[in-house]
């Protein structure tokens, strides 16, 4: 079965390749690489022990896309190409915009045109917003997304379930929360082109000297330490989520055209509490500061996960020490490899 993964190079998809390669898939990889690296098709080729197609494509160039639905016969998509940068998006939107939306609207079009099935959306709890119900679940009402960035994942939901409504193919959005981690080689991991901001990278790099000191942005919340709550999931559970959700598409087995699920643990933790992990799992004292809020953070979201453990019978199985502990084998994996 030939499973297109747009955004193949990117962090989730990435970790996504390497579960369906091994659970017997066909992945094609596209990417335009304009957040990650070729490198990392000759990671995941030697986790999986086998070659592994990629393209170098942007999704936005629709002749490109279509060649490609032209030579390959595609039986499901799972779509994670997309720009994910909260604080780029709110100085830059049209770039988010045009890119997020654009690629969606490309994909689908060629879906639609010619009758294919199975189509993946990778979105966010940032749909959520600051939501007072927490945790949240599928059907909590929708916030006013915080950035462009969130705004592009809730009008991405919205395209995909107009779309399916008047068409015969089937498809689900997968809500992630917080992924994090990295995959037990520490051959694969989070490696944007450009310097992260999510605070497991940030925690790592400080630990690792690459960041000076690293800032925890506000202890002025009302949660049990001050600092906001997250549900942290490590990326290989959420890589497994995909192929789980596949599975149900190509089988048949989803019970509507279009379903929502949340990819969490349904556990909630908050920004120091993530921070004294990492340090009595790695035994490394970490050099931090308490400074003002982020504009944007909401102060607690964390997941229901009744409806993905029942509907689609997926868990995830890693708990934040493991996420922290692959997160730092992955870290110093890069400085190894470092010129
Ligand atoms: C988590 C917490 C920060 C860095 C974003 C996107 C979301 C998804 C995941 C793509 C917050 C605090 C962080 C730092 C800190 N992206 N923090 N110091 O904002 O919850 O979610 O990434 O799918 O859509 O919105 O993740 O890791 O940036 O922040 O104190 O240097 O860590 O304030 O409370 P976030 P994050």
Known sequence: MNILVTGGTGYIGSHTAVE????????????NLSNSREEVVHAIEKIIGK???????DLCNKAELEKLFSVYKVDATIHFAAYKAVGESVDNPLKYYRNNLLSLINLLEIYQEKKLDNFLFSSSCSVYGQSDEQPVHEKTKLGKAESPYGYTKQIGETIL???LKVNSFNGCALRYFNPAGAHESALIGEYPLQAPSNLVPVITQTAAGI??????FGNDYNTSDGTCVRDYVHVVDIARAHVAAIR????????ESYEV??????????VLEVIKTF??????????KIGPRRSGDVEKVYADTTKVNTDLGWKAEYSIKDIVKSAWAWEQHLASVKI
């Open 211 to 216: 960041r000076k000191e690293m800032t925890v």
């Open 51 to 57: 070659g592994i197609q990629f393209f170098n494509i």
């Open 20 to 31: 369906l390669a091994m659970q017997g898939f066909n992945p094609i990889l596209i990417d």
């Open 261 to 270: 699920f949340n990819l969490g643990t349904g556990q909630g933790n908050t």
């Open 279 to 288: 340090e009595n799992i790695t035994g490394q004292k970490l050099n931090y």
């Open 248 to 255: 149900r598409l190509l089988n048949k087995k989803n019970k």
């Open 161 to 163: 379930a107009d779309v």
